[in-house]
């Protein structure tokens, strides 16, 4: 059983039946997303952690272009053996992805949208903006929405949640996970670690790795409300927090001596030298 979903990106700058390769990178991770989101609530899995093989199973995309004024083909791959249940899965992940992205051409969030999963719907629409001034969706080949991407609002998806900002600012030093999917990571001096996935300047950003940033973006947060992603993260250069200092050199005996109080050699200040040697006399020595 196989359910594909399309993208008809009206007005693209890109030449028919192409698209530029960020713009594709973007929506095709935020698609990816949202499969992720929607498949493991479907199929109650874990939201962390890694997916068992049914959740894997009911949302697998493959992806292509098509001609027509730039078409985003999502493909939903069942398996031909899928029992019952995991039919009703697949059945219910459908439904619940065309709900979301007919929602982001309404420029409305369903109650049913948790934070995890607006954050990825937000990614989506900001993705679909920089790509095209229109959007046809489609499933299975009819058409469900038609939308102007000026007319949707990234805001619309914010987190619910009051604990939870639109933006976060976040200090540490900058490390590379991957560079082949455009993610890295920072961490703090504490060694609390975030991800920050899809960095599309990671290679402008690559001569920082190792040294202290600081990344603005959208947070996502987990069940106990720890910060663990930052996404659209915007990572620039920032001064070491020790600022230079450490540890100074030796200093060798000579100067330590020299610069200490005390007698200086030759005498004593206001006695002349037969003073001098009467009061070591006095003094036996």
């Known amino acids: 059983m196989t359910t594909q979903f399309e993208f008809r990106l009206m007005g693209a700058s890109a030449p ?151 933006s976060i600012t976040f200090a540490g030093r900058l490390y590379a996970v991957n560079l082949n999917t455009h993610r890295l990571q920072v961490q703090d001096d504490v060694g609390n670690q975030v991800a920050l996935p899809r960095v599309l300047n990671d290679a402008a950003v690559s001569k920082l790795i190792g040294t202290y940033v600081t990344v603005k973006g959208s947070p996502e947060f987990d069940a106990r409300g720890r910060l663990t992603h930052i996404r659209s993260a915007e990572i620039i ?6 600022g230079g200092s450490g540890v100074p050199d030796a200093v060798s005996l000579e100067e330590i001596l020299a610069s200490a109080t005390g007698v200086e050699p030759g005498g004593i200040e206001g006695l002349t030298d037969a003073e001098f040697d009467s009061f070591f006399e006095a003094m036996g020595l």
């Open 237 to 242: 250069a920032a001064p070491d927090p020790l």
């Open 16 to 166: 028919d039946g192409e698209l530029e390769a960020d713009q594709l990178i973007a929506i095709v991770a935020s698609l990816k997303e949202i499969a992720t989101k929607i498949r493991r609530v479907e199929t109650d899995a874990e939201r962390v952690g890694r997916a068992p093989k049914r959740t894997q199973r009911v949302a697998k995309l493959t992806i292509g272009l098509a001609p027509g004024s730039t078409s985003v083909l999502a493909r939903r791959t069942g398996t031909g053996d899928a029992l019952d249940f995991d039919l009703a899965d697949e059945q219910a992940f459908d439904e619940k992805f065309a709900d979301l992205v007919e929602s982001i051409g309404l420029d409305q969030r369903p109650t049913w949208v948790g934070d995890s999963l607006s954050l990825a719907a937000a990614e989506l629409t900001a993705a679909l903006q920089q790509a095209a001034p229109e959007v046809e969706f489609k499933v299975a080949g009819q058409v469900r929405r038609r939308f102007k991407t000026e007319k949707v609002h990234r805001e619309t998806w914010r987190a619910a949640s009051t604990h939870s900002p639109d």
